[in-house]
């Protein structure tokens, strides 16, 4: 027998479970409460019940605006490994890109003299060339599992205009 949670859950329009699902395989910064320019990291572990009790809570439309302004920061972070994945394929025989081999005032450039200043011990010789592609590889995951969340929510706004 069912109970009325589990009930209710059955009877939840297909798109709006979809949307949990893709919600369910990402994660994402949410403006907070706790003060201007601070964001919570919202993630749900593969759970589609916590995503959809998110979607409950939050709302379809307020998701979709959070995700979107999320994206456009990651997107900005692809940016930048797209900048050092070109040096590395125009140098195929270098092991690093520091900060003189990048545009002067260029955001790629600005970061990695950011990193190499704030955590000189871990990158003395600048970026080494596994650990961007772990990075380029890894934001391109980030990206992907965004955009099918948005996606997702999406349709389920189409099919439930309220």
């Known amino acids: 027998m069912a109970t009325n949670s589990s009930a209710f859950a059955l ?10 699902r893709e919600l369910s395989a990402t994660f994402f910064d949410e403006p907070s409460d706790r003060g201007e320019g601070r964001t919570n990291m919202v ?10 009790n998110y979607l409950l809570r939050r709302g379809l439309h307020t998701t979709y605006a ?3 302004n999320y994206l456009l920061e990651v997107q900005q ?3 930048r ?3 050092y994945m070109a040096f590395f394929m125009a140098n195929p025989a270098a092991r690093n890109v520091l900060p003189f081999n990048l ?3 260029s955001q790629p450039r600005v970061w990695l003299e950011e990193l190499m200043e704030l955590q000189p011990e871990d990158f003395p010789e600048g970026a080494d060339r596994p650990w961007v592609a772990d990075e380029y590889a890894g934001t391109q995951r980030h990206l992907e ?3 099918r969340a948005i996606g997702a929510i999406q349709r389920a ?3 439930n205009p309220r």
């Open 81 to 83: 490994w797209n900048a």
């Open 103 to 105: 545009p002067e005032g």
């Open 77 to 79: 972070q692809q940016d």
């Open 145 to 147: 599992s965004l955009s």
């Open 11 to 20: 009877r939840m329009p297909p798109e709006v479970k979809e949307a949990a």
């Open 157 to 159: 706004i189409a099919a």
């Open 43 to 52: 993630g749900f572990g593969k759970s589609i019940n916590e995503a959809l």
């Open 66 to 68: 959070t995700l979107q």
